[in-house]
């Protein structure tokens, strides 16, 4: 088990495409939550590259597998990976947060195709995702549910209510996941407001917990592809993962959770990280 | 009222597979009709509002109407973030049945009295708001709840209350029903304050002072051209209603008439804003906040024109 904040991978050409495209949109919107979207990115990625079925051609396509991102702050790494998949252009993303933009500060179901829920109030995430799942078992489809969670947002008494009733009906196709990147916005999770034991806690409401490197592109495959979605135990994905992953003036820096203000001299700073890469 | 709204998402489950329950921590038995036929449709999720919005809000995504029923108070106040992000922001066709809604358990004390509950909503885009007016015209309204695209709070009144509304009128939400042609007053009442408009009308015929009562069982969207058509004849408008003179249906109405030239005087007949206190019943608190029969009469009388 992990237990320490490892999340020491190396990053490879697709993790560092990602990030440029995140820097593209935080360079067209001048504004965007950086170290909480940098964490967020490997998971995501594997996500979406191997573990969920969609059809970018058809969002709404009734069998698919649903992804809620509970922690809509992170979207900038949802809105990356949406558009390398094709569920809209990249040149959307420089648009993000300006005028009559599709992409928003925070992920809208109405407006952007692959959104399944609109995000930002921290907590919602995991009833919704319960309601899909009761859905498609009420429905007979086979579609799996994914709920990516902050770490912060754990202080919600909403989700612990969540996490109760997913039990309870056994979601067994219901998978939460937290990105533990231990900072929160004021400043470490251990000191505003302490999480741990996180994955007892977890386990003793009756999930199947895992832990893995949020980072390590290979151990989150093999986490999502070992899971036995059929088990009727819903089951949660602790992901260890460093705020601000990449740019390195960034890692571990609460004052990089959000920048309401990005200057060019940021973008040049954030460039300058990938390329030492 | 509440029983014959719980009893009617049966037959709407008999008639539409889209249909589910969900209550929170409800009396033994409710709705045990739906568990035993049903049971993959009837959901008891305990003390969680919070997530049991947000629940349905995940069904009626992927194809089902949810009727979600618990106390008034904790169907607003305590999930309102949910009720914004999850239901409205997403325009989706949940309903929220809301027991005891105005001052119907009183003797519980203010964390269980919904004087807040339509202003709270109100606010809200896509929201729809109803209150109807007694037993009957709480079947017609569930009626309507299948086909309607959005969400929808209807707020549930005591029980036994007297029927006075008409099976022979037809029901439609946004639609107000006059209950009465009147002269220079024109009352608009809302739940179960209807009847008292209409006993209060009644009396103030007898002193040759003609009201006529407008029963707006749909707070939202407001029915203005109902009002407006009114409006010519009216010197006074009254509204009544069993919630705070903030936001309710005094606030839809006043905003209305605010922005006419030809405005009539307006006289505002609600609870005053501050805490209820005193126990008591529904009754007992209606007649401290000058809204028993007796109390309309005279502040009409001394109102109108």
Not at chain 1, 15 to 27: G, N, T
Not at chain 1, 236 to 248: Q, Y
Not at chain 2, 131 to 149: K, N, Q, V
Request: glycine share 8%; with cysteine; hydrophobic share 45%.
């Amino acid at each position: 088990m992990i237990t320490e904040t490892v999340a020491s991978a190396p990053l490879d050409s697709r993790s560092r495409r990602l990030r440029e495209l995140v820097i593209d949109a935080l360079e067209g919107g001048k504004r965007g939550h950086v170290g909480s979207t940098l964490s967020l990115i490997e998971i995501l990625r594997v996500l979406y590259d191997d573990i969920l079925k969609v059809r970018p051609s058809e969002p709404r396509w009734p069998d698919r597998d649903r992804l809620i991102l509970s922690k809509g702050h992170g979207c900038l790494a949802l809105y990356a990976i949406l558009a390398e998949h094709g569920f809209f252009p990249h040149v959307e993303l420089a648009k993000q947060c300006t005028p009559n933009a599709m992409l928003g500060g925070h992920p809208e179901r109405q407006h952007i195709p692959g959104i399944e829920a609109s995000t930002g109030s921290l907590g919602h995430g995991l009833s919704i995702g319960i309601g899909l799942a009761l859905a498609a078992r009420m429905q007979a489809r086979p579609s799996r549910v994914f709920v990516v969670m902050g770490d912060g947002e754990l202080d919600e008494g909403s989700v612990w209510e969540a996490a109760l009733c997913a039990a309870k009906h056994r979601l067994g196709h219901l998978t939460a996941i937290v990105d533990y990147n231990k900072l929160q916005s004021y400043g470490p999770i251990s000191e505003v407001l302490n999480l741990e034991p996180l994955a007892d806690k977890w386990r003793s409401f009756g999930f199947a917990v895992s832990e893995v490197d949020g980072h390590d592109v290979s151990a989150l495959r093999r986490v999502f592809l070992g899971l036995d979605y059929s088990h009727p135990q819903p089951k949660i994905v602790i992901c260890h993962t460093v705020k601000g992953r990449g740019f390195d003036f960034a890692e571990h820096q609460a004052k990089w959770h959000h920048k309401a203000k990005v200057e060019s001299a940021d973008v040049a700073l954030m460039r300058a990280a990938l390329e030492r890469w | 009222m509440r029983q014959r709204a719980i009893a009617k998402i049966l037959d709407l489950a008999v008639l539409d597979e889209r249909v589910v329950f969900i209550g929170s921590d409800l009396g033994p038995g409710v709705l045990d009709g739906m568990k035993k036929r049903f049971p993959d449709r009837f959901f008891m999720e305990g003390v969680s509002e919070a997530n049991i919005i947000g629940m349905a809000a995940g069904m009626a995504m992927d194809g089902y109407i949810p009727y979600i029923n618990t106390i008034a108070t904790f169907l607003t106040r305590r999930c309102l973030d949910q009720i914004v992000v999850d239901l409205c922001l997403e325009n989706l066709p949940v309903r929220l049945i809301a027991s005891g809604g105005g001052l119907v358990y009183a003797p519980l004390g203010p964390t269980h009295i919904a004087f807040d509950d339509i202003g709270l909503l109100r606010t809200i885009p896509n929201m729809t708001v109803a209150a109807p007016c007694d037993a009957p015209e709480m079947e017609r309204l569930m009626d309507c709840t299948l086909d309607w695209p959005g969400p929808l709070y209807i707020r549930v009144a005591k029980g036994g209350d007297p029927v006075i509304s008409d099976p022979a009128v037809p029901f439609a939400l946004g639609r107000a029903i006059t209950m009465r042609e009147g002269g220079p007053v024109l009352i608009v009442a809302t739940g179960v304050m209807t009847a008292r408009a209409l006993a209060a009308a009644e009396r103030l015929a007898a002193r040759q002072i003609e009201c006529a009562v407008l029963h707006m069982h749909t707070i939202k969207p407001l029915d203005e051209a109902a009002i407006l058509r009114h409006l010519s004849a009216a010197g006074l408008v009254v509204t009544i209603e069993e919630h705070s003179a903030i936001g309710g249906l005094g606030s839809a109405v006043a905003d209305l008439l605010v922005t006419r030239v030809d405005r009539p005087r307006y006289l505002r007949l609600a609870l005053e804003d501050r805490f209820p206190t005193g126990y008591g019943s529904q009754d007992h608190l209606l007649t401290l906040a000058g809204l028993d029969i007796d109390s309309i009469v005279r502040r009409i009388a001394e109102a109108a024109p």
